[in-house]
């Protein structure tokens, strides 16, 4: 059985449909990469997951549940957890208080013992905690949003172009995390338009066009495929890497 399973949705805003029949599907423990062009629907697809869009057919299944009418706040506690491409962090408050947020749905007493967690594992945001976010990098924003999704230690994180604005070091920084979140037996879907270090890491992709499935295989088949290079990953680059997710 699929963690998640995306079982054919349609869904958009209103009553315009962007996502049409779409079906995707991760196991425990993988790192999937949803690619394709500007407008696609990637970022639909997450908001539908995390529950800001419901479908007008088809269902989204997490752990067998059926979670396709469930409130976002109801599949944060179902265990999911979304860190969106923007306004992913609040820049007026401080490194602690936005860790705090993370844990809104988290009892008083558990919030302390999750932020040490998450310390431990960010030592840079541990010795930001009184620093107003407003005066941080991108990357090390980027590493808040992603902590704060983690306070309330999901079993899915989906994260929308996490490298969007980054130099290429903080961007491979960003996903060295990724891998180690992984490894910690998280599943992560990671939506990107520079897809390629983010296949690297992943076991399988999706593209999307139009708001349609247009092609489902492993990450390293994707990476060396030209049809795909050529449209999505900045052509003919190096393509000699193998992907390190195996
Ligand atoms: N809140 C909204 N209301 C109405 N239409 C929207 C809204 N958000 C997105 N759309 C439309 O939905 C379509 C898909 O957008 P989406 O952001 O999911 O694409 P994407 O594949 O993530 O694109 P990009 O790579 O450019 O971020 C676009 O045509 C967009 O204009």
Known sequence: MALLDVDHITCGYG????????QMHADEREVITIIGPNGAGKSTLLKAVMGYLHPTAGSIRFKGKDVSTLRPDQRVLEGIAYVPQLDNVFPSLTVEENLRMGGYVLSKGEVGARMERQYESFPRLAERRKQRVRTMS???????????????EPELLM???????????MADEVFDT?????????TIVIVEQEAENSLRISHRGYVLVDGKNALEDRADSILHNEKIRDAYLGGAADAQHATEAE
Do not use: F, Y
Request: no cysteine; proline share 5%; charged share 25%.
């Open 159 to 169: 994260l929308d172009e996490p490298s969007a604005a980054l130099s290429p070091q």
């Open 178 to 186: 990724v891998k180690r979140i992984n490894a910690q037996g998280r």
């Open 15 to 22: 009553d315009t449909q962007i996502l049409h029949d779409v």
């Open 138 to 152: 991108g990357g090390e924003r980027q590493m808040l949003a992603m902590a704060r999704a983690l306070m309330t």
